[in-house]
Each structure stands twice: as C-alpha cells, then as structure tokens.
C-alpha cells in the first residue's frame, strides 16, 4: 500500500495568513493526489483534484501543486472558514489511501 | 445540485450485520463509480470500497474489510449499498458515500456520513 505523510500535523494560525500544508507519498504517484477539508461534525468536502485542479466553486485562495512523491497545499490568505482538518489522498494505485490530517487552528 | 443520503446505520452486536444505503440525487448515477469511506471516532478517513460505473463490473475492497463487505447499486433505484457482515469495535465509524467524478478523478462529492456502532 502506499503510505501517506502530512506535516505538520497541526498548526494555528491567524485570519490573512499564508498556510502552507506538505503532503508526502512513499512512492511515486504522478499527480493522483487529492486533498480534502473536514470541519468537526461535518462531511469531507473535496477541495483539489490532479494535485492542482480546483474542484467546482472551491474559492481561488486554495492552491496545490507538487509530483511525484511531495505535495503542497497551500491557502493564501486563511479565512475564518478555512479553519477545518485537510486530508491528502492518493488515487493512483488501490487502496486508495488517505494522509493522517492537518488540523489548522485559530490562533 | 448533487445530493448523497445514507440511511441504515445504528447499533449492531458484534458478530451482526447491517446494510447501508446511499440515495443519490442531481446527476446521472449510473455514469459515476462510487465509494464507502469511514471515519472512526476521532480518527482520519479510510476508504472502503469501490464500484464501477454502469453495471459495477469493477469492484475494490480495502484488506480490513474484504470478506465480510459487499458493494453493490441499483442504478434504476440511483442507490449505492455496503452489505456488512462479521461486524467488530473496529468497524465503529461514521460511513460516508461518496461520488468519484468523471474518468481518473478522485471523489468530488460526498454525502453527511452515517453512524455505524458495533458494541455488546
């Protein structure tokens, strides 16, 4: 199985910072990297598709980029909505395996 | 507006089973594969299974649940189902459904997830 690695594993941050997210995959996986936001109590919700591509309606402050085996997510300006847990994914190779979370704080 | 409901969750002994639907709405289903994904109290996501589009030929199935679960769908009912069986602690999770979307592409939509309690 491929394994997936976040860091860091929190981080608390201020409404208009820069947030940058790593993500690391043990093997190659092209751009077959998803990443997903998670409120408490609520549904995933997808943000990234293609390590890059913005999911319909997700806001232009979420940027990925990244190939192969590092990934990065990062938000712009956070906004007081964005404080949530994210979740890379891979969907190159079955099972299609999920990273242990980053839980972005308010600080 | 797409729309993903599950329904049959609750508590079940260890040893049961119990059968989980999923309603799907707004879109065409059977264009779409499918997946199961859970989440345990207070961990992160694992995904479950998966099924193919149209008559669900492909069908894929995480280790820890391969044997005792089965996908399936009815795409004239638009419904996704996960058959459990040989339930344990380790199966407590909330179950969300979930939408892959067109060709290669990882999940887009996901549905409110249900609660599945596996305790005596």
């Known amino acids: 199985d491929i394994r997936m690695t976040q860091s860091p594993s929190s981080l608390s941050a201020s409404v208009g910072d820069r947030v940058t997210i790593t993500c690391r995959a043990s093997?190659?996986?092209?751009?077959?990297l998803a990443w997903v936001q998670q409120k408490p109590g609520k549904a995933p919700k997808s943000l990234i598709y293609?390590?890059?591509s913005l999911q319909s309606g997700v806001p232009s402050r979420f940027s990925g980029s990244g190939s192969g085996t590092e990934f990065t997510l990062t938000i712009s300006s956070l906004q007081p909505e964005d404080f949530a847990t994210y979740y890379c994914?891979?969907?190159?190779?079955?099972?299609?395996?999920f990273g242990p979370g980053t839980k972005v704080n308010i600080k | 507006e797409v729309q993903l409901v599950e329904s049959g969750g609750g508590l079940v002994k260890p040893g049961g089973s119990l059968r989980l639907s999923c309603a799907a709405a707004?879109?065409?289903?059977?264009?779409?594969?499918m997946d199961w994904v859970r989440q345990a109290p207070g961990k992160g996501l694992e995904w479950v299974s998966s099924?193919?589009?149209?008559?669900?030929?492909?069908?894929y199935y995480a280790d820890s649940v391969r044997g005792r679960f089965t996908i399936s769908r009815d795409n004239a009912k638009n419904s996704l189902y996960l058959q459990m069986s040989s339930l344990t602690a380790d199966d407590t999770a909330v179950y969300f459904c979930?939408?892959?979307?067109?060709?290669?592409?990882?999940?887009?939509?996901w549905g409110q997830g249900i609660l599945v309690t596996v305790s005596s």
């Open positions: 293609a390590a890059s």
């Open positions: 093997q190659g996986i092209s751009n077959y």
């Open positions: 979930a939408r892959e979307g067109d060709g290669i592409q990882p999940i887009d939509y």
């Open positions: 994914q891979q969907y190159n190779a079955l099972p299609f395996t």
């Open positions: 707004g879109f065409t289903f059977k264009k779409y594969s």
């Open positions: 099924i193919s589009s149209g008559g669900g030929t492909y069908i």
